[in-house]
């Protein structure tokens, strides 16, 4: 049995592959999918050897170890060095496993000594930067892109965190080493390479090779290469560096330097990109809806006023707010910040899904939108009406697919909760924010991920 199509098939391969890379790229893949999976059900077909899931229930099953499932070839695209996989881009579900032990207790905190504390590093100098040079007055109107800004936190908070040193994003207020350009750049790249793997191929060929990325370059994907071995250089050999940072704990447990290098990179990637995402989601949906503004000010104030909030806000006591936790996962489930298709292969001996037969060696993909999006409006008191503790059990299960499920679960999630909460807490009770274009709040369009910029925003400090 086949499952339902949106296309009438052809043999022609090719054409088919670039149809799915319109998807992926031009057509801002997320909506088009949700389409697909709306108009025909939780499993549609679109591709030769690919279906597109919106259960739940079966991505969530589909991350359990035991089924057999594995990272499709599309995985690969995100491999810094063809020769050195990291946990993002191997496709070995052993390597991605051993991997995962090794880096386990680094990615949870639970071996970096002063984790909150590097955070709160960052966030104090991110404060700092707004106050010094952003904040408007009656008289003097100071607007700034907050999708920019809120990246130079990102990035020195996870390098800190990971390092014990920062890019320094913040202090000097620009994009250190070209790194947010050349991500926004190369993602799209990464993602086409990813649909069409020949193209993959042929860019690590001897033809091409020439014009990728080295550590001699000064700025861009070559210089964080180089920066990135140049900090794990220093933790081994005969007069290495022991710290208690992230990169620490993965030595400890056994990151051989090989891996390290990519690995250390992947770090900062993961740690930056969409936990920024999240956060000018987030700040966008607060702004443009009085209701959860209002709401959300006031349970600071009265959290400040109790006792209950110190400055810089705690993690536990970002996590006790009643009503802030409600207003991240509305912002997780509306705005998921993975877009991307992520395909798994089906094990041998196939599978069952939904009643469809799935040859082994078929991708199936995800459609988080179609997943998440049950609910259009914006609305945190969801997570807090009523006393249906199954129904909002499942809608905890879907929203944390946003963070993977399983085998494939994000393994900082921690840590990003604990960035979007302090800096939500740190912004409203410090600020008026208001958006400087209601009408165009931000540039935002899907390649896998989310690239998002002129979120212009206009802060004014707040009067107790």
């Known amino acids: 049995m086949v499952s339902p199509s949106p296309y009438s098939w052809t043999t022609i391969g090719t054409i088919l592959k ?7 790229i031009i057509c ?12 025909y059900g939780s499993l549609a077909r679109i591709g030769p050897n690919d279906l597109i899931c919106s259960d739940p229930d079966v991505i969530r099953r589909m991350g359990t170890a035991k089924l057999g499932y594995r990272r499709s070839k599309f995985y690969s695209s995100f491999a810094f060095n063809p020769d050195q996989d990291t946990m993002l881009s191997t496709t070995d579900e052993r390597i991605h496993a051993d991997l995962k032990v090794k880096t386990a207790a680094g990615y949870s905190g639970k071996d970096v000594e002063n984790l909150e504390q590097s955070i709160d590093r960052q966030l104090n100098a991110f404060i700092n930067l707004i106050e010094r040079k952003y904040l408007s007055t009656p008289t003097n109107f100071r607007p700034f892109d907050f999708a920019k800004k809120i990246q130079y936190f990102t990035l020195d908070a996870i390098t800190d965190v990971a390092f014990g040193t920062h890019f320094g994003c913040i202090t000097q207020d620009d994009d250190m080493y070209d790194y947010i350009k050349t991500v926004e750049q190369l993602l799209p790249a990464a993602v086409v390479a990813g649909v069409l793997p020949w193209l993959l191929t042929l860019s690590r060929s001897f033809i091409f090779k020439p014009f990728l990325p080295t550590e001699k370059d000064k700025l861009g994907f070559g210089k964080m290469i180089q920066v990135a071995k140049d900090i794990v250089t220093k933790r081994f050999g005969e007069s290495k560096e022991v710290q208690n940072d992230m990169l620490g704990s993965f030595i400890a447990h056994g990151l051989t330097q090989e891996e390290a290098n990519p690995e250390t990179l992947l ?3 993961a740690g930056t990109d969409t936990t920024a995402m999240a956060i000018r989601a987030m700040l966008l949906h607060i702004t443009t809806s009085p209701t959860c ?7 600071i104030v009265e959290g400040v006023k109790n006792g209950k909030i110190s400055s810089p806000v705690t993690d536990a006591e970002a996590r006790a707010i009643p009503y802030l936790q409600p207003v991240i996962k509305e912002g997780l489930r509306k705005f998921p910040v993975i877009a991307g298709l992520l395909p798994k292969t089906a094990p041998e001996g196939g599978d069952i899904i939904n009643g469809f037969s799935i040859p082994a060696g078929t991708d199936v993909s995800l459609s988080l939108i179609t997943i998440t999006h049950s609910k259009a409006t914006f609305g945190p008191e969801r997570w807090l009406e009523g006393d249906d503790n199954d129904k909002l059990r499942k809608m905890t299960l879907a929203a944390d697919l946003v963070f993977g499920s399983g085998k494939w679960s994000c393994s900082g999630k921690n840590i990003a909760m604990m960035e979007m909460g302090k800096v939500l807490v740190e912004l409203f009770r410090r600020f008026d924010i208001s958006l ?3 009408t165009k709040p931000w540039k935002s369009f899907s390649v896998g991920a989310y690239i998002q910029s002129d979120l212009f925003v206009r802060f004014t400090k707040r009067t107790h």
């Open 436 to 438: 400087v274009n209601p």
């Open 267 to 269: 770090q900062v990637i």
């Open 28 to 39: 801002q893949n997320a909506r088009s999918v949700d389409d697909v999976c709306e108009a």
């Open 18 to 24: 670039f149809m799915e890379a319109k998807i992926s």
């Open 293 to 299: 503004y209002t709401a959300l000010q006031a349970v």
